[in-house]
């Protein structure tokens, strides 16, 4: 894990829109893992900036998207699939076809979860991986406790997420308890993995994402097992770290 430190959100949101250009540039047709919530929104207006300026195009990258409400049809203005179009894909010129999310609503969830792996290895498997960090060490929606062998599949989700997602709900009663996400088996397979945090808030478990032996009670502590992952988070989220440690983990 290497890590890279921003002054605050923004430098954070034009560094991590850095790597992507970079892997985007090199491979014109990546598949890209993406992913949801208020740490990554200024990433995606980055790479929209850059769109615009530089004409960076997405015709031939193809993205699939980390987890999804169960329940929620894909036109709710909370779904996953209507963040990402609002936030990102209506933005740039990537064809609808080449964007994957899970389906919350799907009949049958195990046939869902299965078809959504095998599209992601049929595609070539996961160039970049982008991640946000839950306060409670979740990366996707694999809440403390997960397997880390485990591929796409249903969860329940904790009430501290709940919590954490509320703001976006007229009520915590509305947002979903269940949803699909990708799993950690799934994403440790990426061949990349950028992870981003940002703020206060994300400061204990950065400290611990930095402290702790790799445990699934904190499971985003699995990422030291992967070969090429770069974390950048923000001072305020590095706050808990002495400058030596935050040193030692950038080399
Ligand atoms: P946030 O969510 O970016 O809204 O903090 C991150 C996450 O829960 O993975």
Known sequence: MKLIEAKDYHEMSMLAAEVILDQIKSKTDSVLGLATGGTVLGTYQQLILDHQ???????????FNLDEYAGLSKQDENSYHAYMKKHFFDEVNIPSS???LPNGEAQDMKAECETYDLKIE???GI???????GQNGHIGFNEP???????THLVALEQSTREANARYFDSIEDVPTHAV???IASIMKSKKILLLASGIQKSSILYDLFHSDVTNSIPATILINHPDTIIIAD???LSKLH???RKMFAK
Do not use: C, P, V
């Open 243 to 245: 400058q030596d440690e």
């Open 235 to 237: 001072q305020e989220a």
């Open 145 to 151: 406790g997960s397997s880390f062998e485990s591929n």
């Open 53 to 63: 300026r530089n004409k960076t195009t997405y015709q031939h990258i193809k993205t």
């Open 181 to 183: 996400t990708m799993g």
């Open 127 to 133: 160039d970049l991986q982008l991640l946000g960090i």
């Open 98 to 100: 080449q964007t994957f």
């Open 122 to 124: 049929e595609l070539g």
